[in-house]
Nanobody
Framework: QVQLVESGGGSVQAGGSLGLSCAAS????????MGWFRQAPGKEREFVAA????????YYADSVKGRFTISRDNAKNTVYLQMNSLKPEDTAVYYC???????????????WGQGTQVTVSS
């Protein structure tokens, strides 16, 4: 079994920055494709960013491209999401996930964290 635990959420004013972490434990003896998704109240869960097993390839939703950066440290079994120039529309619960397949498709991710709240005020 795999456990994913997010941390680093909080409240920030528009234009500010936050960094999220996702620590994996359990059966993590080899790296997997990892992604970040978010879900705002009343909206569907949406893709934010993904990173391949080596960290050499990254993918972003158009809405966050140029502002968010995904990275990973395989030695620590941890994935990060650095969020800069935050906007009120970035307010959501952010989830990290592990999976394979189509990187932007939530159903291709088998393991999910519990989520961490990010609130951006104007």
């Amino acid at each position: 079994q795999v456990q994913l635990v997010e941390s680093g959420g909080g409240s920030v004013q528009a234009g500010g920055s936050l960094g999220l972490s996702c620590a994996a434990s359990g059966r993590t003896f080899r790296p997997h494709f990892m992604g970040w998704f978010r879900q705002a109240p009343g909206k569907e869960r949406e893709f934010v960013a993904a990173i391949n097993r080596s960290g050499g390839s990254t993918y972003y939703a158009d809405s966050v491209k140029g502002r968010f950066t995904i990275s990973r440290d395989n030695a620590k079994n941890t994935v990060y999401l650095q969020m800069n120039s935050l906007k009120p529309e970035d307010t959501a619960v952010y989830y990290c996930a592990r999976g394979s397949g189509v990187y932007y498709r939530a159903r291709d991710y088998a393991y999910w964290g519990q989520g961490t709240q990010v609130t951006v005020s104007s």
